[in-house]
């Protein structure tokens, strides 16, 4: 059994390792620098030990998109549950998701951007991406009511609005110094009636 445990061990070390090298390659050189070959020479094995672990790149980017909500849950239930009333809580949310998707733009495109193989809003979405949709949910859920509104319906358009102003703040489509202003008038929208 030690044996097993073992190669079980190195495997799940090795999948992360390809993971991180995605990961790292991505954010350093962007997606289109991510190959099999590149990284089989960053981890230092072989392409076929590649393919043992994922079909191709597409199923990387997946693997990286899955992490990436894992994290952004996290830092989400961080900056809501910091906040004691519900519209500071929401300001804080839409403050890390944006700070998330600028310090990782990468990560966020193989999340938001890039087709993956992935499932949304459905029975067999993964747990890391329910757990980031939760806790926007969180946020927005306590707001909906003054607003007579759905709350699912509302975390999405308050979502589609972060993603709105991550990727256009992205790309610099948006004025610079005025980013402090569209998320609080996004929050003012939100929030309005409370």
Known sequence: M???QRRERE???????????????AEAEGWGAVTTRRLSERVEY????????FKGKDAIVAAVAVEGFGEIAEELRRARTAQASPRAALGALADAYLEFARAKPAV????????IDVEFGSAATPAPLKAAFGELLGAVEPLAAARNADPEALTEVFWS???????LEEGHRLRPG?????????????????
């Open 11 to 25: 495997r799940s070390e090795r999948h992360r390792l390809i993971i991180s090298a995605a990961r790292e390659l």
């Open 46 to 53: 072989s392409q076929p030990v590649l393919y043992s672990h």
């Open 2 to 4: 030690a044996v097993q």
């Open 108 to 115: 966020y495109a193989a999340m938001f951007v890039r087709e």
């Open 178 to 194: 005025a980013h402090r202003t569209r998320v609080d008038l996004l929050i003012d929208l939100v929030a309005a009636g409370t």
């Open 161 to 167: 609005a972060l993603h709105g102003l991550a990727t």
